[in-house]
């Protein structure tokens, strides 16, 4: 089960009901936020999931109206009693960023860990279930998008158990991940579990122009949170020029994705009406929706 809230749709500047880009993802009682602009601890507070639990934060980029809202994060998660080090990723330049960033927000009581992605990490990053992994924007800045799959182990298989030779006793001990030893070889999880189970995914895409590769790296997501800067498709040369997208364009791509729904997000502050141009992206896509700061879904394990 995966939890999901967007808790800013903004793009440049909030507004008095949008605050800027983030999204927060909730795993087993753990929280991971992406993209932390301006307004973001606003938006948590009203959520209500807390930040104590928040284990890291991911960055697509370090334009302002995505990063804006650290120092007050740094704080609020302080002040929820946080001790534990807190798991901080994104492209190159993070460290001197947050170096920045933390001039205002010092003495805080728990470590913050810098990932940088390289080529390597992008493949995958696991937090808790949480296999995150990256692909190269087409921004005007050194951009990524992200994509969350909760990994999901396949069942215990009890006659796998049996032709090991592993005694009933020690059956919980290896469904619980330990290695179990039987006339001195040694047996773990994986000669036990069947095949992995379907498990849920997000992909996560701003500030960027749409790619064939972004497609595929959407492929077949339960939600496919994508920018939509501009809802008029007369503005796609301004969307060119910028390197942001249409809703027409995101929709394009969640068709080519084949994911289940897309959530549109990342709006111009020209935007005011975003629902006057839903329908240049439910005519492409009829699973289409606009994300709204509080948007908020839980997603399910199919039951098998």
Not at 7 to 26: A, E
Request: glycine share 8%; charged share 25%; hydrophobic share 40%.
């Amino acid at each position: 089960m995966l939890d999901i809230s967007l808790l800013g749709t903004g793009g440049m500047m909030p507004l008095p009901d949008r605050f800027l880009s983030s999204m927060i993802l909730r795993i087993n009682g753990r929280l991971i936020i992406t993209d932390c602009g301006e307004g973001t601890q606003v938006s948590l507070k009203k959520l209500g999931w807390g930040f104590k639990a928040i284990d890291a934060i991911l960055f697509t980029h370090y334009h302002a109206d995505h990063v804006s809202g650290i120092p007050g994060m740094l704080h609020a998660i302080a002040n929820a009693g946080r001790t534990e080090p807190l798991m901080l990723i994104g492209p190159k330049g993070l460290a001197y960023i947050m170096d920045g960033m933390k001039r205002i927000a010092s003495e805080l009581p728990f470590e913050t860990e810098y990932i940088e992605l390289d080529e390597e990490l992008m493949k995958g990053i696991f937090i808790d279930d949480l296999k995150v992994t990256a692909i190269n924007a087409n921004h005007s800045v050194k951009c990524v998008s992200y994509r969350f799959d909760v990994v999901r182990k396949g069942r215990f298989d009890p006659e796998k158990a049996i032709a090991c030779g592993i005694p009933k006793e020690k059956w919980s001990l290896i469904q619980k991940g330990e290695d179990v030893e039987v006339d001195g070889k040694v047996f773990t999880e994986k000669d036990v579990l069947g095949p992995a189970r379907q498990g849920v995914s997000v992909a996560f895409a701003t500030d960027t122009r749409p790619f064939d590769e972004l497609a595929e790296f959407a492929k077949g997501a339960d939600i496919f949170v994508c920018e939509g800067m501009y809802g008029e498709n007369e503005k796609i040369n301004k969307a060119i020029e910028n390197k942001h997208m249409l809703f027409s364009e995101a929709a394009q791509l969640a068709k080519k994705a084949g994911v289940k729904e897309m959530w549109l997000t990342h709006y111009s502050p020209a935007l005011t009406s975003p629902e006057e141009f839903l329908e240049n992206a439910t005519s492409i896509f009829e699973n289409s929706c606009l994300g709204a700061d509080g948007l908020t879904k839980t997603l399910r394990f199919e039951s098998r």
